[in-house]
């Protein structure tokens, strides 16, 4: 079982910076993939980036490539999700999702233990 916390989220204007947070309890931290996705409002969940057990591989979404840098801490457990140039696009509630599968998955059903969510709003 593991939960996830997420935090960090706010009201940005276009062009600014925010980092996500995303603390995980339980000893078994470092045997997940962990991904961080988003929702806007009146769209569907999407894959935003992923990062392997050991950290030593990523994945982006190629609306958020160059942008965004995700990266963890296995030995705090926690995953973080560094944002630059944000967009008002890039408007969402962003999740932190944890997947006990070895291989790397970017969709939704593939992680088993999700966070509440924190709410990222750029402004124009």
């Known amino acids: 079982q593991v939960q996830l916390v997420e935090s960090g989220g706010g009201l940005v204007q276009a062009g600014g910076s925010l980092r996500l947070s995303c603390a995980a309890s339980?000893?078994?931290?470092?045997?997940?993939?962990m991904g961080w996705f988003r929702q806007a409002p009146g769209k569907e969940r999407e894959f935003v980036a992923i990062?392997?057990?050991?950290?030593?591989?990523?994945l982006y979404a190629d609306a958020v490539k160059g942008r965004f840098t995700i990266s963890r801490d296995n030995a705090k457990s926690t995953v973080s999700l560094k944002m630059n140039s944000l967009k008002p696009e890039d408007t969402a509630v962003y999740y932190c999702?944890?997947?006990?599968?070895?291989?790397?998955?970017?969709?939704?059903?593939?992680?088993?233990?999700w966070g509440r969510g924190t709410q990222v709003t750029v402004s124009s």
């Open positions: 990062i392997t057990r050991s950290g030593g591989g990523t």
């Open positions: 339980g000893r078994t931290f470092s045997t997940y993939v």
């Open positions: 999702a944890a997947s006990s599968l070895s291989l790397v998955q970017t969709i939704g059903s593939a992680y088993e233990y």
